[in-house]
């Protein structure tokens, strides 16, 4: 069977340079000799969070999306676009950011490629749980399409049954409840710790004293 160091990229052309993503077309000749042409976007990667409250609520997002021109229920969410920021350190901030919280345990849930046809956008899901709220004085204020964000709250069985009518279908969101409601189901056993392995984006481990 061949490997991945079988499909050797031979030229590649970049098309565009955006604030999150990079276009590029890459030239790459197959293990059986055939030459294609494959575009792809390139992305920073990001961390999505099911918080989960003591009742088994979900705290959830409901956000504008301009290209499928629609509000989509999501979890909380944001790219790795800051330096030396490892996923986690990214995870607690968009918690805190979004949905005005704070987290006593992570773990991670689930780790996606979101469509690997097209892009290296990876993302890891943590499960968030010992949750408390963020003083009024504390939190964040945010900004264009984010301002219409409002934060709402769901029973994590109900999600469940919502992404299985198609009614939940942002891909994070679907697969972070999903995931959820099994380990559940299964009391939380075999999930990972923070430091875990993620090959898709490398990063530190975190250091000594840092929360986890």
Request: proline residues 7%.
């Amino acid at each position: 069977m061949p490997s991945a160091e079988d499909f050797t990229v031979l030229s590649t052309e970049d098309h565009y340079r955006g604030w999150a993503i990079d276009v590029r077309t890459d030239t790459l000749s197959l293990p059986d000799g055939a030459v294609v042409r494959r575009d792809v976007i390139t992305h920073p990667g990001a961390v999505a969070i099911v918080a989960l409250d003591a009742a088994d609520n979900v705290v959830m997002v409901r956000q504008y999306r301009h290209p499928v021109r629609q509000f989509l229920l999501e979890l909380p969410a944001g790219l790795l676009d800051v330096a030396g920021e490892s996923a986690l350190q990214a995870a607690r901030r968009e918690l805190y950011e979004e949905a005005a919280l704070e987290a006593e345990q992570w773990q991670v849930l689930v780790d996606l490629h979101t469509s690997p046809g097209m892009t290296d956008e990876a993302i890891r899901i943590y499960l968030a749980r010992g949750l408390r709220p963020v003083s009024e004085a504390d939190r964040f204020h945010a900004q264009d399409e984010e301002s219409t964000m409002t934060v709402e709250l769901f029973s994590l069985a109900e999600l469940a049954q919502s992404a299985l009518r198609g009614e939940l279908t942002n891909g994070p969101a679907v697969a972070g409840v999903l995931a959820a409601q099994l380990s559940r189901s299964q009391g939380w056993a075999g999930l990972r710790s923070v430091d875990a392995p993620w090959p898709a984006r490398p990063e530190r481990a975190p250091q000594p004293g840092e929360p986890g």
